[in-house]
Structure formats: C-alpha cells, structure tokens
C-alpha cells in the first residue's frame, strides 16, 4: 500500500521560515498547490489525500499566511513580486526540477510569474478561480481599485473591513448553495491568523500591490501563447470575487485548455473536492514526467 501520509516539514528561505505539507512518492509526478487569500495550505487538506496517491504533492505557506513566518510589513515587502521570489527560493532549495503548479487567488499571480520566469519547469496548470484576465475581476475589486488609484491613507483605512470576520466568512459563504458543507475550521483559523497584530496592514499592502498582477497580465498571456501549457480550469461559477468570463477568457490564450465549471463560490475545494480531484488525477496523467 503506498504511504500517502501528509508531512508537515519547515524551511528557511532567505532568512524565513517557510511552512509546508508534502504528500507521495518524490519520484513520482510532483504539483506544487498554491494557495489564495485569506488562506493558506490548510485549503487543500481535503485534496493533498486525493493526489498524493498516485502522485507527489507539495504546497507552501505563502510569506504572511497560515504557518509560515510573518514579519512586519516595514521590514519585509509584501509584494507579489517578493511572495514570488520567496516560492521561486523554495522551489530551488528542494530542487524541484519539473512540476505543475494549482494557482488559486493570490496564488495565481505568484504561480504565473513563476510559470514566466520558469518555462522549463512547468508541466502543466490548473487554474481554480485563479484569475489572469481582467474579463474576470468582479464589482467586488471596486473599492480596491479605488486605492490603486489613489493610494492615500483615507482610501487605505476604508479597506479595513476586507480582513474582518465578517469579510472571510463572506469569501468562504457566497455562492455556495448547501452551507453545511463549509468546515467551520477553514474561516476560523484564517480568521485567527489574520487577527495577529500587525497583519492587517500585510493584508493591505498585499491589497495595494495586486494592482501590479493586473499590470502583468498582458505577460501572463504572452507565457500562455508561446508556450501553449496544458492548461485544466475548474471554476466556482459563483465566485463573487472572480467571474466566470475570467475562465472563460483563458480559451483566448489557449484554446485546447479543458474548462469545467462548479456550482460553487470561491473555494470550491470546500464543495467539491472529490469532483475537481478526479479531474486533476486525469489531468496529471496526461502530463509529461
């Protein structure tokens, strides 16, 4: 019987100690899972068993979230270009050679740069709810765009509210239709980590800098186009956050990507794992080693 126990293991990247769970063979295909705001690895917990039997499953905290080290936002710069930096240090250190990546939210940023600045390594994509198309950015990001444009601290304080209580049980709530499928745990303990002191201007300066990933974009679909990557998509179609023109928009790109919709909010893991775990065991058979 093969050993699909989860190790929860720590490295220190730069001076940083980097959380993560690791599941299955090492010589066996690896999928390196990237998590999205407000969340952390915790997210695939119920997906990691599922891979990690037929393959080798590897997902990091990201810098500021879950159990990875948070520093203050005045001595470290919470930029999606750093949180990439951070991955693509951790990706060198375990000598990961070629592997797909799952972007998810802030993941997909994170995940795309890495894609860009790693053609060679990457095997394939599953996108769920990981956005790169402005077609996919919903009214919910008006606020925040708002302080893109205007960077000032009344326009900064007024997104105080994007890391409440409130906000996260929203996130993990919205669009889902039987809500007793939602483990109370997952917005409890994003909760709690976003509650430690300091974290709320992380968050923010986290929120002001996703301005860059949207800059990016048109990068992103450069990788898309010349590389052609096997792409899956797997969406909630009632992601309040990020839209399902914005799956849909990746057919521009790449036309023989496989697109599947879910009828879900935005962790669409909570409902609908063993469905969307089957169409990534698929999928990663047919990738190349």
């Known amino acids: 019987m093969e050993n699909t126990s989860v190790k929860y293991r720590n490295v220190k990247i730069d001076g940083l100690n980097l959380f993560y769970r690791?599941?299955?063979?090492?010589?066996?295909?690896?999928?390196?899972?990237?998590?999205?705001?407000p969340t952390s690895s915790h997210m695939f917990r119920n997906l990691i068993p599922i891979l990690s039997k037929q393959y080798h499953v590897v997902a990091p905290d990201l810098p500021g979230f879950g159990f990875s080290d948070?520093?203050?936002?005045?001595?470290?710069?919470?930029?999606?270009?750093?949180?990439?930096?951070?991955?693509?240090?951790f990706i060198?250190?375990?000598?990961?050679?070629?592997f797909a990546i799952y972007v998810f939210d802030y993941g997909a940023p994170v995940g795309f740069r890495l894609a860009v600045a790693n053609p060679e390594k990457i095997t394939g994509i599953i996108s769920q709810n990981g956005n790169a198309y402005e077609d996919g950015l919903s009214k919910e990001w008006d606020p925040i765009q708002k302080y893109w444009k205007d960077p000032s601290q009344t326009n900064r304080e007024s997104l105080r509210d994007f890391v409440s209580q409130k906000a996260t049980w929203f996130q993990y709530h919205e669009g889902v239709s039987d809500l007793s499928l939602i483990a109370p745990e997952t917005y409890t303990m994003d909760q709690h980590f976003l509650d430690r002191p300091g974290n709320i201007d992380i968050q923010l300066d986290l929120v002001k800098d996703y301005k860059t990933n949207v800059a990016l974009y048109p990068e992103f679909h450069r990788y898309f186009k010349t590389h052609q990557p096997k792409v899956l998509l797997v969406w909630g179609n009632k992601d309040p956050f990020f839209l399902p023109a914005g799956a849909e928009a990746y057919k521009r790109d790449l036309p023989e990507a496989r697109l599947k919709f879910y009828n879900t909010g935005?962790?669409?893991?909570?409902?609908?794992?063993?469905e969307i775990g089957l169409e990534i065991v698929n999928f990663l058979a047919s990738l190349p080693q």
Do not use: C, W
């Open 92 to 98: 060198d250190q375990l000598g990961m050679k070629r």
């Open 266 to 274: 935005h962790f669409a893991l909570e409902t609908h794992v063993e």
């Open 22 to 37: 690791e599941a299955g063979d090492p010589e066996a295909k690896t999928i390196l899972l990237l998590h999205g705001y």
């Open 70 to 89: 948070a520093p203050d936002h005045q001595s470290f710069s919470y930029t999606f270009d750093n949180l990439a930096a951070t991955i693509q240090g």
